[in-house]
């Protein structure tokens, strides 16, 4: 470039001397030759280096800019019950939506909200004066006009400007606040508050004919407003599943505020309806499906020019429950018709398959007494914890045989008051010691005797009873005991597929609680729940296996022709937790006394009057000694199988809080529950 240069100047320069009679040229004008070279040196290696070396990355900025995806809701997996029957389903209703474009000002938001609340009429909404403010102050006209009554406005920041122009038109003196300006501010305020390229409902549900069509029409004069769909679960066969379904989160509200963080982190929109309690919840996953995939591509001016659908998504797949529709509205009504006045707070119920641990039916009331309101809630019967009484002593007779404190074939003792430093307590029929008798462990559970399981629990601890001595026993009975009761799921979570479950109530230990450690070998110290009580009665009728209790057994996928049921994706196969470690003969001790419960010859037999019931079942019955408000009131429960030989349905039931002369609430109740379930879910088997 040098040889070039210095060939021209000598070239300029002779011509220049020709002319003016003189050998150089002007030395300034060398120097901007020289300059004009360096730049247009300069100029050639910037152009290299943006196309050559640095081109494949602005090429991809500007792909990452202009190309953008958008992802959309598809619809919910349904709920069907044991037969295919509907129980939660979804309604589609027309909507208007709105997609937030990139690089849209506040000014244009107020623009397009101002145009469609023109055309719709947005349920009522609070918003708040600072709400309605913003939206005013969104298009630059309103905010020059308050700006002008602020004194010293062009000094502030922008941020006190927004505070000070907000401020100005609460106290009212800026403009009128109107209904039409109610319901614009109420669709800017949906609007400002949707992500970049995700779409908001800006009404979802009573949208009408006229509404869609003025939309439509001047849908051009409203960037990203869009005629759509939306979805809300609908119950064909009434809301009585309710309380074992759970609810969705509506379009509207959004995510559930305790796990909005976790739910964006999982690729949830802010506005997307999400499972919000119980089995809508536990199945979110499932039921919620995959979301459609949309490309965008967007001009230089950040607009939309052309969507491409990528993925059409995919609905959520379906949960078939082991609940059947028809006997759980009879269980239902059964449960609710049992509840008595007084102090009664609630009734709860269980139908089980002792085989599989599949919930048939599971159905329960509380009730305030105070008001006598009785109010549905099925899924007490997994959080609500109850001091179930004697139910519990088939657990406390199989803890002593495997703790070998008793066998099969030694197990007699006598029936009498226990007495220990002053205090006395005794079976129900044999308060002062008239009615001592021998009893066998099967015995013990045919007359309920709480004089037998207080031996045991002695026996347990290595402690030798003296009749009126101290009651000097290891406080560790309180773990044997209970270690036993978990065994059969007493005391621990059963571990079913419904969120929120209580392990139950454990009453304080310690050697100063001592004489508690005899209550508890009866049933009247801890609480259980009535789903614990279901576990424990299935573990003894199906031979010792813990089962975990579901009331999901399918997930199934959607028949693409008529849009129910499809194939079954996954079944829920039975899930044993535990073994418990007894033999043969030790658990037909227990199951022999469940037996005679009901059918046995001693007048004292708790349950004779079930002995009705075909075909003929095994039980135990229950009552505790409880108070309400201080008063004594008593908690009658029972846990039951059937066929006694071949067990099909454990039925389990409490009834907390009746009135101290309540006696046989609970074999009524268990009698209609037999009654409804023979004739609802399967046929009796022969004889």
Not at 129 to 147: D, F, G, P, S
Not at 569 to 591: F, G
Request: hydrophobic share 35%; glycine share 10%; proline share 5%.
């Amino acid at each position: 470039m040098g040889s070039f240069f210095g060939k021209f100047f000598k070239k300029r320069t002779r011509a220049n001397s020709r002319e003016n009679g003189t050998s150089k040229i002007p030395f300034r004008l060398n120097l901007i030759f020289i300059i004009v070279g360096v730049l247009f040196a300069v100029l050639i290696w910037k152009l290299a280096d943006l196309q050559i070396i640095q081109g494949n990355y602005f090429k991809s900025n500007v792909n990452q800019s202009n190309n953008s995806t958008v992802y959309g809701n598809v619809q919910r997996g349904m709920i069907y019950d044991s037969t295919g029957k509907q129980i939660a389903g979804n309604k589609s209703e027309r909507a208007i939506i709105y997609t937030k474009g990139p690089g849209i000002t506040s000014d244009e938001m107020y623009q397009v909200a101002t145009k469609l609340s023109s055309f719709i009429k947005v349920p009522a909404k609070k918003l708040t004066k600072k709400q309605i403010a913003e939206y005013y102050l969104a298009n630059a006209n309103n905010r020059k006009q308050v700006a002008k009554s602020i004194p010293n406005a062009a000094n502030l920041s922008p941020d006190a400007l927004q505070s000070a122009e907000i401020k100005k038109f609460k106290d009212g003196s800026v403009a009128e606040i109107t209904p039409s300006m109610k319901n614009a501010a109420t669709i800017y305020t949906e609007m400002s508050g949707a992500y970049q390229l995700s779409t908001t409902y800006i009404k979802y549900s009573g949208v009408s004919n006229k509404e869609v069509a003025e939309v439509g029409e001047h849908q051009s004069e409203m960037p990203g407003v869009q005629v759509g769909t939306s979805w809300k679960r609908s119950y064909p066969d009434g809301k009585g599943f309710q309380s074992i379904t759970g609810t969705v989160s509506s379009n509207k509200v959004g995510l559930p505020e305790d796990r909005v963080n976790q739910l964006l982190a999982q690729g949830y929109s802010q506005d997307e309806s999400v499972g919000q309690s119980n089995l809508e919840e536990e199945y979110e996953p499932i039921l919620k499906g995959s979301k459609s995939q949309t490309d965008v591509k967007l001009n230089s001016n950040n607009q939309i020019v052309k969507q491409v659908k990528k993925y059409p998504g995919q609905r959520g797949d379906n949960l078939q429950l082991t609940i059947n529709a028809k006997f759980q509205k009879d269980l239902q009504k059964l449960v609710k018709d049992a509840q008595p006045g007084g102090n009664a707070t609630g009734t709860y119920a269980v139908a089980m398959n002792p085989n599989t641990g599949a919930v048939i039916g599971m159905a329960g009331v509380s009730r305030d007494p105070k008001t006598n309101k009785v109010t549905q809630n099925d899924i007490g019967n997994i959080n609500n914890a109850i001091t179930m009484g004697s139910v519990v002593k088939g657990a406390t007779v199989s803890g002593a045989l495997m703790d070998h404190v008793i066998t099969p074939t030694n197990s007699t003792m006598t029936d009498e008051p226990i007495k220990n430093g002053g205090s006395s307590k005794s079976s129900w029929f044999n308060k002062t010691g008239n009615a001592n008798m021998p009893v066998t462990a099967s015995d013990a559970l045919e007359v309920s005797s709480n004089s037998y399981m207080m031996q045991l629990a002695m026996k347990e601890a290595k402690f030798k009873y003296v009749p009126g001595g101290q009651l000097n026993m290891n406080p560790n009975i309180f773990d044997i005991e209970r270690g036993y009761f978990n065994q059969f799921g007493l005391g621990i979570k059963t571990g079913i597929d419904l969120p929120g479950e209580s392990a139950g109530i454990k009453g304080p230990g310690g050697f100063e609680n001592i004489g508690k450690a005899l209550d508890e070998s009866y049933g009247n110290y801890d609480g259980y729940t009535t789903m614990q009580v279901a576990q424990y009665m299935s573990t003894i009728a199906n031979g010792g296996y813990r089962l975990k209790p579901h009331v999901v057994q399918n997930i199934r996928g959607t028949n693409s022709k008529t849009g129910k049921l499809g194939a079954v994706k996954e079944t829920i196969m039975p899930q044993a937790l535990n073994e418990v470690p007894m033999t043969e003969d030790e658990r037909n001790v227990v199951k022999d006394g469940l037996y005679k419960v009901v059918h046995g010859n001693n007048k004292y037999k708790t349950g004779g009057a079930l002995a009705d019931i075909s075909p003929e079942i095994s039980a135990k019955t229950g009552t505790a000694q409880t108070f309400y408000n201080g008063k004594p009131t008593v908690t009658l429960s029972l846990a039951s199988y059937a066929p006694s030989t071949h067990p099909q349905v454990v039925v389990a039931l409490a009834m907390p809080n009746l009135p101290t002369d309540a006696e046989s609430n609970n074999m009524d109740l268990a009698k209609n529950i037999y009654k409804a379930y023979w004739k609802d879910v399967q046929n009796k088997p022969s004889k």
